[in-house]
């Protein structure tokens, strides 16, 4: 694995993702309090502007610990942060991460998830020396099975009753692209 010091910023045709800063607590407040938005993030929808500084201290917490790494999207000619794309519980001894994503409601239907999602696909395998990224999607949610599978992300199976979040026994689908999958459709 490749040794990350400084935050990474990544540049697509309409994106900069870039490293979330305290000054950014309004904007994720704003779309993280979305219940649409938080339907399968598995967290309930955010109340105060104290859960969107934790939520910026944990994504500073695991790039820190290298267990992690979240990028704010942000429109090129914008500030404002509209959503974050990262890699969390990584095993750098296995070369394999999750990945996700969400999106202000706002934006949804653009390809911005999709664009910021290849951006940071790309960035997991040329620069972290990952082998394999996988993708944990609750079945109901088909925007995001379309997102994975247009990358190539393959579906491996169904965990069921994976993660107790928001205070129910949710199932996930594991998908999983592996380098050599990602680097044949390049």
């Not at 202000?104 to 020396?129: C, L, P, T």
Request: glycine fraction near 6%.
């Amino acid at each position: 694995m490749v040794a990350v010091n400084a935050f990474p910023i990544l540049e697509t045709d309409r994106l900069i993702l870039r490293q979330v800063t305290k000054d950014d607590a309004n904007s994720l407040l704003k779309y993280l309090s979305d219940k649409e938005v938080m339907m399968y993030v598995g967290l309930e929808p955010f109340k105060s502007i104290d859960d969107a500084l934790d939520e910026i201290s944990w994504y500073r917490s695991i790039f820190e610990k290298r267990t992690g790494i979240r990028w704010g999207i942000t429109l090129k000619d914008q500030e404002e942060v509209i959503g974050s794309c990262g890699f969390l519980n990584l095993v750098s001894q296995h070369y394999r991460s999750e990945i996700g994503v969400e999106l202000s409601r706002e934006h949804w239907g653009k390809e911005i998830a999709s664009e910021a999602f290849e951006a940071v696909i790309k960035y997991g395998f040329d620069q972290m020396n990952l082998q394999r990224i996988e993708a944990l999607i609750e079945p109901p949610n088909i925007p995001s099975q379309k997102l994975a599978e247009k990358q190539g992300f393959v579906r491996e199976g169904l965990l069921r009753s994976y993660e107790f979040t928001c205070g129910k026994f949710d199932d996930l689908y594991m998908y999983s692209l592996l380098k050599q999958e990602f680097n044949v459709k390049q």
